[in-house]
């Protein structure tokens, strides 16, 4: 095997084999627990397994025995399988909440199961398995349980559809269950339908309070805008079934970031994370990348804390724990002109960036990530005056990397309380995750350097820009 380009340092990525969305993050009996949708076998989806990881710190992670193998009549499927869930502590035990996805009689069934454990490691899945069918028969499209705990009982989401998913006439819908022993499951109702607005199926759907407001998330198949994610502000009343909106957003302004989740820590922190790659119904996937001619594909996002800023708006950032772990190195301040300057990162493209842009007389300040020494690698534009930033891959050698990127920022009052931009970049070898102005946005992306492209080079085509910056080192 050629030596590993790609392979991130602080992301967590399967040892072999393929991985999609992040099955939970869970502390449980001295460890933390990671679990996410899996095939060891090879670097395709196909016969999905729920693989098991464990971590003092959220960053360091020792891949484990696979927590579910699909060996039931209801998730035994080469196209199916044990589908992505949930854990749940309760009891001294851990639950996993799982969608069930085998075929009966030609026709693929969904359903919700769950499996036990009292150290951590072996999973039994229950006697009562399957625990809830689709209420109206629509079997196909029924997944992705995410069980919390509200109002004195147990309350599980799952997605689903008004018809086909593949149809963007269909309705993405979430449904509302709720249970007292984690087994018996009472159905309440559609908690939020599509309704022309928001695409034909809700994947993966989340449900947690912040700060006293309720965040409702999914994953839609066919948005009319194609977003990968979207996060829905409101209030929730579970005895009634309703989630009324009051706003609606991208979780993350990238195309690299799909199925996520959100898990409570111990010491009260709310942590995202997510699948840093999509499915080939979106319109900019042709396939999953190049990472399987290193023997593995998929990688999930830095674990990132959510909280709410000064103007309550949902904010990210990468857990203190990996800032801890690469403190600033490098201090400086330059200016950027018209003429290329690089900035001192070493040759390993994992750092993270941290710059403070002047926002008053500047227009667009251009950083070339992952650049050969003729300036051609990644571009990112941020576009101060008009409020977006671009992130431009043609300029990279390998072919999988193309096309552009935009996403806005900076256009509400409070975004414009603040004289500087504030730019927090993680580079960590195949991964870029951009976080704008304290976290209020995000941008996740993926790319596949060269070894020779692996430096940092600042731009600014208009007026010059004093720029400060830190750099801090990922270690290896
Ligand atoms: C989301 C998803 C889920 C499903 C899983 C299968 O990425 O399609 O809806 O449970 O992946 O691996």
Redesign the pocket.
Known sequence: MKKELWRPFLHFTPEKGWM??PNGLVWFKGNYHLFF?YNPYHCN?DS?HWGHAVSHDLLHWEQTDCALVPDEKYDKDPTG?C??GSPVVWEDKLYLVY?A?AKKDGKTVQTQCAAVSEDGYRFEKVRENPLVEEPFGNTENF??PKVIRADGRWRMLC?GSSGNADDPQADGRIYLYSSDDLLHWEYNGILLESKGRWGSMF??PDLFSIGGKWILTA?PMNHPDMWPTICFEGSVDFEACRFEVNEIRRYDGGNRF??PQTYSLPDGRKILLG?MNG?LWMPWMEDWGPASQEGWRGCLSLPRELFLDDTGRLCQRPVKEAAALCETKVRGRIVAGSALQKLPVEDRNACCIRLNIKKEGSRQLRLILMADESGSGTELTFDLCGHFLAVDKNGMENKWDKGLTVCTFGKTAEDAANDFLTAELWIDRSTIEIFLDGGRYVLTDTVYPSASQYSVYVQSPYKQIPLDYEIGFIPQ
């Open positions: 999609n969305d949708q989806w999905m399988g589908f992505s969608t996805s997944r992705d997605g994947e993966c994953s799909y199925a699948w499915w």
